[in-house]
Nanobody
Framework: QVRLVESGGGLVQAGGSLTLNCAAS????????MAWYRQAPGKQRELVAT???????DYADSVKGRFTISRDDADNTVSLQMHSLKPEDTAVYYC?????????????????WGQGTQVTVSS
């Protein structure tokens, strides 16, 4: 069974930086898509950044130029570097993986979510 575990959340002052990490565990052969979402109270969960196995990263307009997503398929991790943080970035950040090929079934598992990590940006 595939699990995603986030780490790196916390409290940071506006203008500061924070890096989130996510590790996928299980008998994983490959992951097609890895992404970061976030959800603030009273708002829908939104895509922050995504990166395909072969493709280019993509970002929400609100974080372009400030956030950077990266992935390391050698250990099935994805990170999100966040700079110039704003109070409106405050949310629970979720790691996401899709089209995960696992062994020994050699089938895809879709829509896997981590439990989330809280990011709070103070003003």
């Amino acid at each position: 069974q595939v699990r995603l575990v986030e780490s790196g959340g916390g409290l940071v002052q506006a203008g500061g930086s924070l890096t989130l990490n996510c590790a996928a565990s299980g008998k994983i052969f490959s992951i097609m898509t890895m992404a970061w979402y976030r959800q603030a109270p009273g708002k829908q969960r939104e895509l922050v950044a995504t990166m395909g196995r072969y493709g280019s990263p993509d970002y929400a307009d609100s974080v372009k130029g400030r956030f950077t997503i990266s992935r390391d398929d050698a250990d099935n991790t994805v990170s999100l570097q966040m700079h110039s943080l704003k109070p409106e970035d405050t949310a629970v950040y979720y790691c996401y993986a899709d089209r995960v090929m696992t062994q020994p079934s050699w089938t895809y598992t879709n829509d896997i979510w981590g439990q989330g990590t809280q990011v709070t940006v103070s003003s």
